[in-house]
C-alpha cells in the first residue's frame, strides 16, 4: 500500500514497475514479506535511501506532468544518493520538474539551473556552462 498511495487502485504491476524504476525493487523483494512487509510507523523500519526511493515511486505511479523535487538526496550516504540519482535521472524525462538541491551532484543533468543569492537568480544556464 505505501507505493500504492501515490495512485487509488494501482495493480501489483503498476507497484513493482514503479518500485523498479525507483531503484527501489531490489531491497523491497530481499524484505521477509517482500511487497507486502509493514514498514514501520513513519517508515522506522526503512534507512533514509530506502524512504527516498519509496516516495521517487509514489510519484512515478502517480505520473505527475510536474515533479517538485526538494533536497531528493541529502542526508543520504554516498550509495544510496547514487541510487536515488539513478531513479531521479529516470522519472524527470519527458515532464518538468523544479529541484531544489545544494548538491552538484543532484542538479548536473538538469536542462536549466538557476542560482539564487539573497531571493535572486544570479547565475543561469546548463552545469557544464555554470562552472566555466
Do not use: W
Not at 515511486?57 to 505527475?64: D, E, G, L, W
Amino acid at each position: 500500500d505505501n507505493i500504492a498511495y501515490g495512485k487509488e487502485n494501482a495493480s501489483e504491476a503498476e507497484i513493482v514497475e514503479a518500485a523498479k524504476a525507483a531503484n527501489a525493487h531490489e531491497f523491497i523483494s530481499c524484505l521477509k514479506d517482500g511487497y507486502e512487509t509493514y514498514a514501520g510507523n513513519m517508515g522506522t523500519q526503512m534507512s533514509g535511501g530506502q524512504k527516498q526511493r519509496i516516495a521517487i515511486a509514489r510519484a512515478i505511479i502517480k505520473n505527475p506532468r510536474i515533479l517538485l523535487l526538494d533536497e531528493a538526496t541529502s542526508a543520504l550516504d554516498a550509495y544510496s544518493e547514487n541510487a536515488v540519482q539513478e531513479s531521479l535521472d529516470r522519472v524527470t524525462v519527458g515532464r518538468t520538474t523544479v529541484v531544489v538541491a545544494h548538491r552538484l551532484t543532484s542538479i548536473r543533468n538538469s536542462d536549466c539551473i538557476a542560482v539564487i543569492e539573497a531571493g535572486r537568480v544570479v547565475e543561469q544556464g546548463n552545469h557544464s556552462h555554470l562552472l566555466t
